[in-house]
């Protein structure tokens, strides 16, 4: 019990929620092995049927991507609900502080939509989960997903609320919101909430045969798609700014590679509606034209990527928070990115390239875009160990550093 009170976790900070949000995004990765390289007949997703099916019939190299995608599924699954469950404790204990008062007073007070991020991220795990290990899910599944909706309906009024607390508070007085202290993209994370609730408002969208189901899931995921990106127009412009005069906070710098995720899953939300208008009102996206502004998306994440790793490596953020003795809860925010840069380049490869017809499937261009996805994907799985040993290790030498 002792040892347990010098883990840094023990100085809490709700961007801990990014630990499980990670690990729900480590399942993401590995579920993009079986919803490419498995048949899945006309179904937009593969289900436990064709993962069988792959297992007993497949090739050898198959059958051993499966295996890794269920184990990897599986493993990443669990951390995601364990970590939630703990944050939601933990969350409840710092809600009795004066430290949380005080952060309901300032620029971090946005940190809290880190709650209803990670939990929009469970539910999108455990879908999968469904998918993967539920035989006969696809015969239930439209009564499913009205149940979907009014989960993401619930996480979507909360994360509102949160965002409204906070705007209603900096917005309606002046002084209130520490300009000094934007000088990073954390103001970002409410954009971030939005998104991850919009792309799960527009998974019927691509699944349903329900015209109503999917008119309500495209109406619902439009609203918060919208919201999402005026509320990173907003943030991104005036942090920027403050960069610009102030430098990037050191604590924060993870968050200069926000938009990666954010990109990521507007993407998949775009794609989700897009192919919700083919299947059920007949309106056609060219494989081209997907190719192209997949290729742009891609390109936007690079940018981010580029500029968020000079301005850490000039600060030395790896050699202290990552490589070395102190700790940020912030540290977690690099995950999102790799993660996000991996799933978007499967979708880019196998919906943009493929589709176009630009390169074969399992061909060698193929793989070889491909590996750097599996790449990027073994880096984040490897950061995310190292980020839980050093933050509920035993002890530590260094203290958690909050990030504004």
Excluded at 237 to 255: I, N, V
Excluded at 350 to 359: D, E, S, T
Excluded at 364 to 393: C, D, E, K, P
Aim: glycine share 8%; hydrophobic share 55%.
């Amino acid at each position: 019990m002792h040892a347990m009170q010098h883990r840094p976790a023990d100085t809490y900070s709700p961007l801990y929620f990014l630990g499980a949000l990670g690990a729900g995004g480590l399942a993401v990765t590995f579920f993009m092995y079986l919803m490419f390289w498995v048949p899945h007949g006309t179904r937009p997703v593969p289900v436990f049927e064709d993962i069988l099916a792959a297992l007993t019939t497949g090739s050898l190299a198959l059958q051993a991507a499966v295996v890794l995608a269920i184990v990897g599924i599986a493993a990443a699954t669990f951390l995601n609900v364990k970590y939630l469950l703990w944050n939601f404790a933990a969350l409840a204990r710092f809600q009795k502080t004066e430290a949380y008062t005080a952060l309901r007073a300032s620029n971090a007070e946005t940190t809290l939509l880190a709650a209803p991020l990670a939990t929009a991220m469970t539910v999108n795990a455990l879908f999968i989960v469904g998918l993967v290990f539920v035989p006969n899910l696809w015969s239930i599944i439209e009564y499913l997903f009205p149940l979907a909706l009014v989960a993401f309906g619930a996480l979507g009024v909360w994360a509102l609320r949160l965002i409204g607390d906070f705007l209603g508070r900096v917005l309606s007085e002046g002084g209130l919101f520490d300009v000094t202290a934007h000088n990073s993209f954390a103001q970002l994370l409410p954009a971030f909430a939005l998104a991850m609730i919009g792309v799960g408002f527009s998974a019927p969208a691509s699944m349903s045969l329900a015209p109503a189901t999917v008119a309500i899931s495209l109406i619902i995921s439009t609203f918060f798609a919208v919201a999402a990106l005026i509320y990173t127009i907003v943030a991104l412009t005036t942090a920027f700014s403050s960069m610009l005069q102030h430098g990037t906070a050191r604590e924060s710098g993870p968050t200069l590679m926000v938009i990666v995720p954010i990109v990521t899953i507007l993407s998949i939300l775009f794609l989700r509606q897009s192919h919700g208008l083919h299947t059920t009102f007949d309106a056609h996206a060219e494989a081209g034209t997907t190719m192209v502004w997949l290729a742009q998306m891609v390109a936007i994440q690079v940018v981010f990527l580029l500029l968020g790793l000079t301005v850490l490596r000039r600060q030395g953020y790896f050699t202290d928070f990552v490589f070395g003795s102190k700790t940020s809860p912030g540290s977690y925010a690099l995950v999102c990115p790799g993660v996000a840069f991996s799933v978007l380049l499967h979708f880019f490869v196998n919906k943009g390239l493929v589709a176009a017809g630009v390169v074969t499937k399992f061909g060698i261009a193929y793989w070889g875009v491909t590996a750097i996805a599996l790449a990027s994907q073994i880096l984040m799985i490897a950061l995310v160990l190292r980020l839980n040993r050093q933050h509920f290790g035993a002890s530590a030498k260094g203290s958690a550093v909050p990030a504004e």
